[in-house]
């Protein structure tokens, strides 16, 4: 059974910092698509980061420069540093996981975990 846990989030002043973890378990994190998605009330979820298995990584415009993914294998664990925050970041984070090497759309990720409340304050 799949199981993926965030942690990290939080309440921040603009300009400030946070780092979201997800960890793992019955899945190898290492040899599938994972990706961190957000999704703010009233509006639709928006896919922030991704990383394919290979370390490829795309980023939504959004978060570009500001915003890494990054996956240890050894802990098995999913990171978003979140870095230069802005009000307009503040949203559920979601990490997902696919079943397969590269996601190429947001309906290929088949794991998701229960979310972390991020809040960027002006």
């Known amino acids: 059974q799949v199981q993926l846990v965030e942690s990290g989030g939080g309440s921040v002043q603009a300009g400030g910092f946070l780092r979201l973890s997800c960890a793992a378990s019955g899945y190898t994190a290492s040899r599938y698509c994972m990706g961190w998605f957000r999704q703010a009330p009233g509006r639709e979820r928006e896919r922030v980061a991704r990383?394919?298995?290979?370390?490829?990584?795309t980023y939504a415009d959004s978060v570009k420069g500001r915003f890494t993914i990054s996956r240890d294998n050894a802990k098995n664990t999913l990171y978003l540093q979140m870095n230069s925050l802005k009000p307009e970041d503040t949203a559920m984070y979601y990490c997902?996981?696919?079943?397969?090497?590269?996601?190429?759309?947001?309906?290929?990720?088949?794991?998701w975990g229960q979310g972390a409340q991020v809040t960027v304050s002006s």
């Open positions: 997902a996981a696919g079943a397969r090497a590269t996601c190429y759309s947001d309906s290929q990720y088949s794991y």
């Open positions: 990383i394919d298995s290979d370390g490829y990584r």
